[in-house]
Nanobody, 116 residues
Framework: QVQLVESGGGLVQPGGSLRLSCAAS????????MSWYRQAPGKERELVAA????????NYVDSVKGRFTISRDNAKNTVFLQMNSLKPEDTAVYFC?????????WGQGTQVTVSS
């Protein structure tokens, strides 16, 4: 019943920007903290950014601080990841995650490729 659908990925040059979206349904979105993870080939999945249920607090992995911004629109059941000053090292599949009733729920992922 819980569904998370990411969109907005693509191919971008170094220094460019992308805005990822995650559309949520099947749970009370406004009461759930949300997060973005990413996974590159041969690498472990890592937490990129997280946001509290009301959007009042955010957290980022050091490698993206100052470049990425997580936000949410609870009226639209959507969480965003604005990615600026992209680097080749940011290339990965990006996943949206919600924790609902003690279970992790994942979207299908969206590919971000940063290359010249």
């Amino acid at each position: 019943q819980v569904q998370l659908v990411e969109s907005g990925g693509g191919l971008v040059q170094p220094g460019g920007s992308l805005r990822l979206s995650c559309a949520a349904s099947g749970f009370t979105f406004s009461r759930s903290a949300m997060s973005w993870y990413r996974q590159a080939p041969g690498k472990e999945r890592e937490l990129v950014a997280a946001i509290t249920s009301a959007g009042g607090s955010t957290n980022y992995v050091d490698s993206v601080k100052g470049r990425f911004t997580i936000s949410r629109d609870n009226a639209k059941n959507t969480v965003f990841l604005q990615m600026n000053s992209l680097k080749p090292e940011d290339t990965a599949v990006y996943f949206c995650k919600a924790i609902v009733l003690w279970y992790d729920h994942w979207g299908q992922g969206t590919q971000v490729t940063v290359s010249s």
